[in-house]
Nanobody, 116 residues
Framework: QVQLVESGGGLVQAGGSLRLSCAAS????????MGWYRQAPGKQRELVAT???????NYLDSVKDRFTISRDNAKNTVFLQMNSLKPEDTAVYYCNAVVGGTYSRWGQGTQVTVSS
């Protein structure tokens, strides 16, 4: 089993920054890919940023050049640095791990609220 715990959300003014963390535990070696998703009220969950094969990264177009995904393998932690935040970035942010190439594990989510 893989467990994911997010932290770092909060309330910030437009133009501000937040850094989200996702600590993974359990069967770490079975994790293929980790990334971040978000879900705003009344909207579908969407991919924000993820690592893809070869260590490359993939971003939602609207967050490119503002958000950066990174990881600390020694601490089994993935980060999402969010700069120049906009009110439309307001959502619950979820950490995701694809495990064994067969299923996804989700964290509990962390609320990010950007005020105008």
């Amino acid at each position: 089993q893989v467990q994911l715990v997010e932290s770092g959300g909060g309330l910030v003014q437009a133009g501000g920054s937040l850094r989200l963390s996702c600590a993974a535990s359990g069967s770490i070696s079975a994790i293929n890919v980790m990334g971040w998703y978000r879900q705003a009220p009344g909207k579908q969950r969407e991919l924000v940023a993820t690592f893809v094969s070869g260590g490359r990264t993939n971003y939602l177009d609207s967050v490119k050049d503002r958000f950066t995904i990174s990881r600390d393998n020694a601490k089994n932690t993935v980060f999402l640095q969010m700069n120049s935040l906009k009110p439309e970035d307001t959502a619950v942010y979820y950490c995701n791990a694809v495990v064994g190439g067969t299923y996804s594990r989700w964290g509990q989510g962390t609320q990010v609220t950007v005020s105008s």
